[in-house]
């Protein structure tokens, strides 16, 4: 349903105050309802920044439809391609668990959310607005959520980032530290002093560069896994048009255990099972709903950013790391980002600093497992009761 006029009012008051003039960021729609067996309240806040309609992220709120309305407040920030949807995935996700224990959960989906290739390419002149949106973009964003949070509620809230979420929560640290109370980074890393690490974000600095010179503003890569989840659902037996010789069923499993191009050595989306073509922690059915719930495009500016900072600005870092001094917690996959990212919680100037290996998983593991609350969701609360 969709929340009062009254309410909208209010709201746009609060996010006008918190931005300039030039770029104002204001509430376009809001809509709640509720989900989980309707167990946990849910709204969805659509805001703009500036006049063009394609400068819009979405905020999503989730809290315990019974019970106490004013717990810590936790900021969720997921991945390349990705938005707050990723940690609403399978039958304990994150943000269920999360709500249920009173936290006030709050999901960031970057503007990249909805768009898709076909509409780009028949309203190219507003998807070019995408050369513009970088690393600045998105934290301007997620700076915002967060001084609305503590506006709101007079908590600074945790934030909680995965994959490039990370990056962007230890950029946002970086910048503005006074807004946040603590942070969990899960299988991300900005920082590293192996040359393999920082050669594959070198390679994709390069390859960043040279789309945007060509006036490529987006990465389309993503489509690649959704047509092979597509047709691992529509056409199992069918040969694949992506991977040469294997079905579309064998394509799949053998997508999404690779190594990725231009990673570093050892690093995965899913670790495979004991049989042949078979998972050894995520069901089928999450992967599946984890790559329709993605977004098809990246914009190659925030992808050159971040790239070209890991690869080249590791002086930077280690003088950003060092100012860090809330509650830190780091989670990292085996056949992830792994022990790089124990090096980066290391450097870090907190005193109150934690880390979980999980041996055996991949990335997206951390997401999708079956087990999901043994795989990353009571590791989190575990450390927020603790300190919040």
Known sequence: MEVTKTILFINLIIWTSLAGAADAYKVVSEQADKIFDEKIYHVQTTIQQGEKEINRFTMNYFRAASGDKKGQAVLLVGGSNSNSDVYSIGANPLVKDLASQGYAVYGYSPRTKGLSLGFCQKEAKKCDEMKNWGLKTYLSDIELMAQKIKAESGLAPVLV????????????????????????????NSYSTDEKFKKGFETDCLNATKAIASGEYYDTSMLGFKLMANL??????????????LTNYQAFFVATNNPVPNAFPGYTYVAMGDTPFSY?????????????????????????????????????????????????????????????????????????????????????????????????????????????
Request: glycine share 8%; proline share 5%.
């Open 232 to 245: 691992f659902v529509n056409n199992p037996g069918g040969k694949s048009p992506v991977v040469n010789g």
């Open 280 to 388: 050894k922690y995520s069901p089928v059915e999450n992967l599946l709903d984890m790559v329709e719930v993605v977004n098809e495009l990246e914009p190659m500016k925030l992808i050159q950013d971040y790239s070209c900072e890991i690869a080249r600005g590791v002086k930077n870092y280690k003088r950003d790391y060092a100012v860090i001094n809330i509650p830190v917690l780091g989670i990292a996959a085996e056949k992830g980002f792994g022990a790089f990212m124990q090096e980066s919680i290391i450097e870090m100037g907190a005193k109150d600093k934690s880390f979980i290996l999980k041996p055996g998983y991949a990335h997206a593991d951390l997401l999708t497992a079956d087990d999901q609350r043994s795989a990353l969701n009571d590791d989190i609360i575990n450390w927020l009761k603790k300190r919040f």
């Open 161 to 188: 980032g995965m994959s490039l979420g990370s990056i962007l929560s230890f950029k946002a640290l970086a910048a503005h530290p006074n807004y946040y109370a603590g942070v969990v980074f899960i299988d991300g």
